[in-house]
């Protein structure tokens, strides 16, 4: 497998500029005869989709949920960045770029992240222009708040729904679309497989989850927009449907999966209650600016938070990082919340929380401005826990939110696979090894309104081969296969349930390959995940039948993905022998627990090739090359 | 400003064939159908009431009255033709938007519960077609004359020596039957319901209500209709009770 | 805690369907009401029943994808929440719960208490955006859009598209739904060019998708999580009466 990440010539800066100037266009006539899949209508999915057809394209567009709308981008809350320097606070796209490649931990693509910050502030033209209400100053200008790793204000928001109201943007320009007849629209469709002919992807198979039919759908190109993995971990703060099917599926067909090691933990999520949890739910950050975060000094402790004298509780953040305190970043604040539970300190029924105590600012700034400044969340957590937080602290606890891993993509977006697009948390490009918090909505929408729309184009003008008909045998022989292991699934019969399996998973996961991770520990997951696997095969019980609405069907086909990715995932941990950004090896910290990073041997990314069922999949390794940003030590001391 | 505007600009357009199409076709159009004629048959309602509080003064002031209306030749036809229309627009537009409401759930809950409808609202239907149904013997009754035909034998001598209907003395003869009564009761009580819940909805269903003035609006709808059911129902009860003779 | 549950069940789109009585023995009050349906499921697979199929997605009550009618109020007795931030402790010990689907014609049964909702799909398809091409905006700030207005298309764009307004309105009127998009893009300057058109043809796509009529009671408002105002509906019967009248007098 040959990693070229076509990345252009010349100067960072213009690098950009010059690839659309000598891009290769199809004729608009020609347009209409090239069909292209996307799958997802989430940001990504839903603007490629969309602004696709605008260009004439024919599109369809595929999402296992029951609208477009409903994809997971909505849940993002925060808000998202551009460079337009509003605030007049010294903002610029090399900024923004360079706030990127260092937050990534100098781990993503130099190339790539320069024109994210590029394309940034068109987003927020784009999306204002649709009708996105974001906030805004009493003069009627846009307003901006400041997030996480960076010292310029230049998040853009609506109130906590950033996610929704872009993905409602994205969604009324795909419905505009859906109307003009560019896009037809697959929703409750999930892609099953990939059908690659003659080397280059050129359909999907899809079970319709109403009917259960399965068909083929044949393209001139594919774009996956399916989101990311985090369901591995089986709790974390996304949808319950989401999956790493599509994505998996892509893998197993020849796309090369890329640093699949780094997720992205959040530290302040609403603490699991009881092992019925079926979800994590997470709480905005900005909570720590006011909450202190500690626990009991002594292990065991029961006794109910307002019970324990000052001197008996440690704040150990502000112990442990006396600049930063309780501000310090996620990954740290998460690594220390998980050491004080794995003490025997951890707060609440299962142990594993921490208090974030609001008594101190109340005492300070008056009950009034607390409520003020965080009302809503207070709200929500009551809502959740039915404890007022105004009374008695909140107890939270780290969980997983977001992977920076996935397909590989060249500059271009394409897989290594010809034809194959990769868009937004789906592939590995911009983010690195950590994501900064209002990141992810720029970099879905970057990608699918203003980077695959040019790029897709330059791939479909030197297509020589018209796309197959579905009678293709390739596709036949996909569609057989998937239906094969439809019934396979339905065959089985056995004692377990599929969530009683994702959840060993899920666990095996969070304890080996979760917030640290060890070589000792990521060994054993490797070992285990496989009798977790053969347990699936052989004790999994799916009910009913296929030709149905079939939940436990759907699950099934998720999960079995599931437990071959996890391993994956361990591999690729396993081998990436240092700390950086989300993945922390525990044998590579500093004294004060900071990841140390090691450039001189890991700055690649690591690309996995499949070589067949049972074989250990190859690595292969693109270089990270720095032209403009030299690297350093992130330190938040 | 717009209220004055939309209602001229609304009776206009319902000459114009498109904005007509609309009207009776959309599911808001309707609902504006509904609205308009619902206050034309309002103010009539209170117009009526208003002349018919005349009983509790001499018997000449409404007898003068009701021979005023009488002989208003072409006046009396066109306000007439003006209310059956708008009882037709309004029962028109009852029947049809009942008829898509339940075809809109064909299989309905097996448990259903409000938070918040009003009694009044849930029971627009019932007490709709209770009202029209007396509206028809209210009309036969007094107007016609037919259910007591003797009334069309009842005369009087104004002071000025003409000779007029004596409305008084049919009011009073009417009501003294406890049925009828009885059966003007429950209609007017049904029709004060009715109109809680339609005056105030009228404002929303052509766009003039907001929260901010749906306290105010919901407490004058509450008024109206306790002020209209009280000087309706003044009028038998004074009758029964002997007050009126 | 000890539940009844009376569910309804119904194989797919043409069966009948009917309420089938479960014992919810054992509940956590802590858990969410979709996790208590999981528990029961889990139950119900061990026992070698079909489980009760329902939508369900974020479970963080923002995708609008989960949807029940529990003892007759859409998303149940709590205000401003979702069946899925709905939690047990709001339940008694023994109680019995009704749940049922979201009923409408426009929101067929597919299967238990999953429905069918692309009519609002369609609706948005009507009118429900803005038009304007990928690139093509104009520097977001050249238009400065006065706070107030800002914040109450924010307050319009709130909605979900759960469809709980139309579960819980006695006539299935799917006002609620329609007021709340109309009125986000038409109060803003971007969506004035369109704004006619808009109230035109998304009513008629409601109309066509066969929602009943708004009875002004308001119930969609007290049941909708994220308390949408009627007053939108207020502002859609308004903007529809002026954009009916202005298309009549502009000829052709």
Known sequence: MKLDAKIPSGPLVDKWARYLSEIKLVNPANKRKYEIIVVGSGLGGAAAAATLGELGYHVKCFCYQDSPRRAHSISAQGGINAAKNYQNDGDSVYRLFHDTIKGGDFRAREANVYRLAEVSAEIIDQCTAQGVPFAREYGGHLANRSFGGAQVSRTFYARGQTGQQLLLGAYSALCRQIQAGTVTMFPRTEMLDLVVVDGHAKGIVVRDMVTGEISSHSADAVALATGGYANVYDLSTNARGCNVTAAFRAYKRGAAFANPCYTQIHPTCIPVSGDYQSKLTLMSESLRNDGRVWVPKRQGDNRPPQQIPEGERDYFLERKYPSYGNLAPRDISSRSAKEVCDEGRGVGPSGLGVYLDFSDAIDRLGLATIRERYGNLFEMYERITGEDAYKTPMRIYPALHYTMGGLWVDYNLMSNLPGLHVLGEANFSDHGANRLGASALMQGLADGYFILPYTIGAYLADLKEKRPSTEHPEFRKVEKEVEERTKKFLSINGKRSVQSIHKELGQLMWDKAGMARNEEGLKEAIAKIPVIREEFWKNVKVPGDGGEINQELEKAGRLADFLEFGELLCRDALDRNESCGGHFREEHQSEDGEALRNDEKYSYVSAWEFQGEDREPVLHKEPIVYEEVKMATRSYK | ?245 | MNLKLRVWRQKDRNAPGKLVEYEAGDIDPEMSFLEMLDVVNERLIGAGDEPIAFDHDCREGICGTCSATINGIPHGPERATTVCQLHMRHFKDGDILTIEPFRAKPFPVIRDLMVDRSAFDRIIESGGFVSVRTGSAPEANTLPIPKDAAETAMDAAACIGCGACVAACKNASAMLFVAAKSSQLNTLPQGKPEKDRRVLNMVAAMDEAGFGNCTNQYECSAVCPKTISEDFIAQLNREYLVASVKQSFAGK
């Open chain 2, 1 to 245: 400003m717009y209220c004055g505007g939309a209602a001229i600009v609304f009776i206009l357009s319902i000459f114009m064939e498109q904005t007509t199409a609309r009207l009776f076709r959309s599911s808001l159009g309707k609902k504006y159908v509904m609205a308009v004629s619902g206050v034309i048959l309002l103010l009539f309602v209170i117009g009526h009431l208003i002349g018919n509080l005349q009983i509790f003064a001499h018997p000449d002031l409404i007898n003068s009255y009701a021979h005023f209306l009488q002989n208003m030749g072409p006046g009396l036809w066109a306000v007439r033709l003006i209310l059956l229309t708008a009882v037709v627009a309004h029962i028109w537009a009852a029947v049809e938007l009942t008829l898509e409401n339940r075809r809109a759930r064909p299989e309905d809950y097996r448990e259903k519960d409000t938070i918040q409808a009003s009694y009044a609202s849930r029971t627009m239907r019932i007490s709709g077609f209770i009202v029209l149904a007396f509206i028809l013997f209210h009309l036969a009754h007094f107007t016609l004359q037919v259910v007591n035909p003797q009334y069309q034998e009842l005369y009087t001598q104004l002071e000025d020596g003409t000779v007029v209907h004596d409305v008084h003395s049919m009011m009073v003869s009417g009501f003294q039957n406890i049925w009828i009564s009885g059966f003007y009761l429950i209609a007017i009580g049904l029709l004060s319901v009715h109109l809680r819940h339609g005056f105030a909805s009228m404002f929303q269903s052509i766009g003039l209500r907001n929260r901010k003035i749906a306290g105010p609006l919901e407490k004058t709808s509450l008024g109206l209709s306790i002020l209209y059911f009280a000087g309706n129902a003044a009028i038998p009860v004074a009758i029964l009770a002997g007050f009126v003779s």
